[in-house]
C-alpha cells in the first residue's frame, strides 16, 4: 500500500492549506480508517484528524473549528486547515488502516510551515 501526500507548504498565520493524500496498492473494500497525524520538531507525533470508513470523524482538540477532514473516496482523503497558527507547522502524515488486519500504512510526509 503507497499513501501519497501533497498540499503542503508554507503560509502566514491565518492563512489556509488543504492536504491530499490517495492510496494505492490495495482493494478498495479492504481500505479502513485514514487521516492525519503530525509531528513538529522535538515532538512526538500525534493525531490531527481521522475519518472512518462509516463516514465518523475525530479531531484534536486543538484543531477542532478549523480543520476538516472530508474523503472523496474510500482512497482519497483530504484535510482543509483553516485560520492557521504558527503551532500548526509540523510535518503532516497520512495514515491509512487496512480493514483486514488492521495493519496501519504511512505517506512519507508533508511540511507545513506557518509563520507570523
Known amino acids: 500500500v503507497q499513501l501519497v501526500e501533497s498540499g503542503g507548504g508554507s503560509v502566514q498565520a491565518g492563512g489556509s492549506l488543504r492536504l491530499s493524500c490517495v492510496a494505492s496498492g490495495i482493494i478498495t473494500s479492504n481500505m479502513g480508517e485514514m487521516g492525519w497525524y503530525r509531528q513538529a520538531p522535538g515532538k512526538q507525533r500525534g493525531l490531527v484528524a481521522i475519518?472512518?470508513?462509516?463516514?465518523?470523524t475525530e479531531y484534536a482538540d486543538s484543531v477542532k473549528g478549523r480543520f476538516t477532514i472530508s474523503r472523496n473516496t474510500a482512497k482519497i482523503v483530504y484535510m482543509a486547515m483553516n485560520s492557521l497558527r504558527p503551532e500548526d507547522t509540523a510535518v503532516y502524515y497520512c495514515?491509512?488502516?487496512?480493514?483486514?488486519?488492521?495493519?496501519?500504512?504511512w505517506g512519507q510526509g508533508t511540511q507545513v510551515t506557518v509563520s507570523g
Open positions: 495514515n491509512a488502516r487496512r480493514l483486514s488486519d488492521q495493519r496501519e500504512y
Open positions: 475519518s472512518t470508513r462509516g463516514g465518523g
